[in-house]
């Protein structure tokens, strides 16, 4: 690759957002292992040339239902807007109950409104945007929680890169959060890094070249 081959790679990279929406049942400003592993997914966003924020659902009045807009003091609109405004989403969510946490599903859910929105040339308004699913817990359940939060997210629109999911889970029946750990196992930070940095890679093969229009 010549230099300048490189250099435009690294500018097409520069202006992507991320936004991470973290699912955590744990309101501000408790500490969140949720938001921890969201920071690192984010962390390492940043380094692929991403520019990112968060959001703690749990601290806005989402409301139940499968509309973009649920009425008089429903927070959704908003956070719906940065995630439209985003390249990257990064849904971060701990397991309960070997399953995604309520807030994960209530935010799937209000994405499914985004199934019969379209953009101006009638494809869903999701298109063109990745991805990318990351999962905390002190019981079994990783797999499947980022089976099912990808498998909607796909069905929604978004586009899921290779290895999209990252996940720490802690010995069963033991109270060790991630948050708790004096240092991120190696395996979970490579394959945190390997995420964003798919992401990142297909969110700028989706900026360059977006999917086709349907007939």
Known sequence: MTDSTADTAST?????????LVCTLTPSPKPSSSELMARHVLGELEKNGVATSSVRVVDHDVKPGVQVDMGPGDAWPALHQQVLDADILVLA???????????????????????????????????DKTAIVA????????????????????????SIP????????????????YQDLDQVPENVAS????AARNAAHLARLLR?????AGS
Request: proline share 5%; aromatic share 6%; with cysteine.
């Open 93 to 127: 969510t701990p397991i309960w109950m070997g399953h995604p946490c309520s807030i994960a599903q209530r935010v799937i859910e209000r994405l499914d409104a985004d199934l019969s929105e379209t953009d101006d040339q009638g494809r869903p308004i999701m298109y």
């Open 12 to 20: 097409s990279t520069r202006d992507l957002t991320a936004l991470a």
């Open 162 to 177: 290779a290895q999209a999911g990252t996940y720490w889970v802690g010995e069963a029946m033991q109270t060790v959060d």
């Open 191 to 194: 394959t945190t890094a390997g």
């Open 208 to 212: 360059a070249e977006p999917y086709p």
């Open 135 to 158: 999962v905390v817990g002190n019981e079994d359940g990783a797999h499947k929680t980022i089976a099912d939060m990808t498998q909607a997210l796909s069905d929604i629109g978004f």
